[in-house]
């Protein structure tokens, strides 16, 4: 059974291709347990797009922290275009880590979500 309940979403929806724009990938998660969890996600892009406004980066660490039995917590996280990002539709993986009190993981989730670029 999931411990965590993983919710996502974009806004703006869609970043423009060739330009320098961004997104905010909007991260929702939910403890379902009856334990605290330490919880962090791993987000790897692909090279056309970036965690960075200033250089390529396509892996990155959100931490989470605790969370509380049924307690929800949210983190934004921003992608970017720029000239090497051509009209696409982008996976963008996510993997959700969450540890018990023994450090042990109690829970692995692994999302793709899908970014699109347009044309301006």
Excluded: C
């Excluded at 334990?35 to 990155?60: A, C, H, M, Q, R």
């Excluded at 982008?90 to 042990?104: M, P």
């Amino acid at each position: 059974m999931a411990m965590i309940k993983l919710h996502t979403e974009f806004f703006p929806l869609a970043l423009r291709a060739q330009t320098r724009s961004n997104v905010e990938l909007r991260v929702v998660l939910e403890n379902t347990s009856d334990k605290f969890l330490w919880v962090e996600l791993d987000v790897s892009v692909p090279n056309e797009i970036s965690l960075s406004p200033v250089k390529e980066l396509t892996l990155g660490k959100a931490r989470f922290g605790i969370l509380k039995p049924g307690q929800l917590k949210e983190k934004k996280i921003k992608i970017y275009s720029g000239v090497k990002t051509v009209k696409y539709e982008y996976k963008i993986q996510l993997t959700l880590l969450a540890y018990d009190e023994d450090a042990v993981i109690a829970d692995r989730k692994e999302e793709n979500v899908y970014l699109r670029a347009e044309d301006v």
